[in-house]
């Protein structure tokens, strides 16, 4: 397809799992950012790709959440140890040059039980 | 730190009235604003945006003025539908470490328009 695209759709877990949360990106854009978005709220910023290196990774909420995107397109958001605080959406949005616009995938919604 | 603030919604409107939504901001410098839509099922769109002071963003029918003097991003239309019924967020961009902008985002307001 031609738009952000992220896997899965919904994803259940009990506290204290593992979960992965994966975003495929448009093809050849090279900043790729994630975003957590809480019930009733505005997204908020977690991290920021540019091609494979992570420049940016200070909205992380804690060390059990973690980012990779080693070949600098698909990209997956890991959160260990789930809690239900992290109960949320989780946004990926891809752009084609650093400042260019935004392109938002569906998300991910996660419910923690 | 940088801060977004819109009206709360939900707003309920009827077909073909004039519609505003409320959004201020803090920020330091001058950041770029933006309005983003998000239809039932759908990801995030950009709707418009503005990069500096007195810029007008406009799509769609919809508007809103980057307001220096008083820190605001108004949006409005002069007459909705049916169709533009969604989640509405206004957002800024601020500058970060690696040379990204990342977004910060209101809590979104929700617009219902009734036939």
């Known amino acids: 397809g031609a738009g952000v695209s992220q896997s899965p759709r919904y994803k259940v877990a009990k506290r204290g799992q593992d979960v992965a949360l994966r975003c495929d990106p448009i093809s050849g854009h090279v900043s790729l950012f994630w975003y957590q978005q809480a019930l009733g709220q505005g997204p908020e910023f977690l991290t920021y790709f540019q091609n494979e290196a992570q420049l940016d990774k200070s909205g992380l909420p804690s060390d059990r959440f973690f980012a990779e995107r080693p070949e600098g397109s698909v990209s997956t958001l890991k959160i260990q140890r789930t809690q239900q605080e992290d109960s949320a959406v989780y946004l990926c949005?891809?752009?084609?040059?650093?400042?260019?616009?935004?392109?938002f995938g569906n998300g991910t919604r996660l419910t923690v039980t | 730190g940088n801060s977004v603030t819109q009206m709360e919604g939900p707003v309920t409107l009827s077909e073909e009235a004039f519609l505003t939504i409320n959004c201020t901001y803090t920020?330091?410098?001058?950041?770029?604003l933006f309005w983003y839509v998000q239809y039932p099922g759908e990801g995030l769109q950009l709707l418009l945006k503005?990069?500096?002071?007195?810029d007008k963003g406009s799509n769609k029918g919809f508007e809103a003025t980057y307001r220096k003097e008083t820190t605001s991003f108004h949006l409005e239309k002069g007459s909705v539908q049916v169709s533009d019924s969604a989640v509405y967020f206004c957002a800024l961009s601020e500058k970060q470490q690696g040379g990204s902008e990342k977004l910060v985002f209101g809590k979104g307001t929700k617009l219902t328009v009734n036939p």
């Open positions: 949005a891809s752009s084609l040059l650093r400042n260019s616009p935004l392109h």
């Open positions: 503005a990069t500096k002071a007195d």
């Open positions: 920020a330091t410098g001058y950041p770029s």
